[in-house]
């Protein structure tokens, strides 16, 4: 497996210190400047996003589209009818979604597998790499969606300067990633609602950056956006995200699922995804 050391994005130095161990070998760092986290080392192939990466989705597709249903339709009030891109789209459920309300849908995603799956059921071919391989046109998008894809990605400011360049003025960029704040406690829930759950060594490579809220607003605004809302979201807002991974239902999920309903996990910071909406600022910035 080749590895690559790599440098803060953000700051272009190598001034980190140990944030956490996934694994004895996936090594998670934290920048002494700007706080951002990331794994380094990391690998440099992307080969393990196949079929077998998107099952668990495909197991439990019904509830992804109740999700993507719950999550577009608490967008409506500022989404307008228009050219939607999803990045990293996988098989594709949001456009889906989108499509069925009046969007003209397009997607991208480092899987041909999932781009093949989403396809059949897409008007707009869904394309295979990532947003900068997929060479869009300057200002067409209206909305740009992004779930649970930029800390996959090898360079998200990258992909964050591509999106401000394809998406119209006024248009919107729609974030959102894990919120890896309170990582520790997290991954102590995450035990309770699939029964000890340990990750390979495979799926502990998966994740290159480890978002806070604080350090996605600056990749953000560092690649030209202005932001219009930045907050932390709980297991279950908006309705449906909890079902997308969970298995089954024991005394422990009950009581869980009881605290999450009075919205417990996030007054307490045990919220698990970070929502950003952005939009181009006047005048680019970061270059």
Request: proline share 3%.
């Amino acid at each position: 497996m080749e590895e690559e050391y790599v440098q803060c994005i953000l700051c272009n130095q190598d001034n980190t210190e140990l944030a956490f161990k996934l694994t004895k070998n996936v090594i998670v760092v934290k920048c002494r400047d700007c706080g951002l986290m990331y794994q380094n080392p990391r690998r440099i192939d992307i080969s393990y996003y196949d079929e077998k990466f998107f099952q668990s989705w495909i197991q439990r597709q019904d509830a992804q589209c109740r999700f993507c249903e719950n999550r577009f339709d608490s967008l409506l009030a500022i989404i307008r009818p228009g050219q939607i891109l999803d990045i990293g789209c996988g098989t594709g459920e949001f456009l889906a979604v989108a499509q069925k309300r009046g969007g003209d849908c397009y997607g991208v995603d480092v899987s041909r597998w999932a781009a093949n799956y989403a396809n059949r059921f897409l008007k707009n071919e869904v394309r295979i790499g990532t947003v900068e391989d997929a060479k869009f046109p300057e200002s067409f998008f209206d909305v740009v969606y992004s779930r649970a894809t930029l800390e996959h990605y090898h360079n998200p400011l990258i992909t964050m300067r591509e999106t401000r360049r394809i998406l119209k003025p006024g248009g919107l960029a729609i974030l959102e990633v894990p919120d890896e704040k309170h990582l520790k406690a997290k991954m102590l829930i995450r035990d309770i609602i699939r029964g000890k759950y340990i990750p390979s060594e495979g799926e502990a490579r998966q994740h290159l950056y480890f978002f806070t809220k604080e350090s996605l607003c600056k990749v953000v605004r560092h690649a030209g956006f202005h932001i219009i809302q930045a907050k932390i979201e709980g297991w279950n807002s908006p309705p449906g995200r909890l079902l997308t991974f969970v298995r089954k239902i024991n005394w422990k999920m009950r009581i869980l699922l009881w605290l999450i309903r009075l919205k417990i996990d996030v007054k307490v910071g045990l919220g698990n995804a970070i929502l950003v909406i952005a939009t181009p600022a006047t005048e680019a910035m970061g270059k």
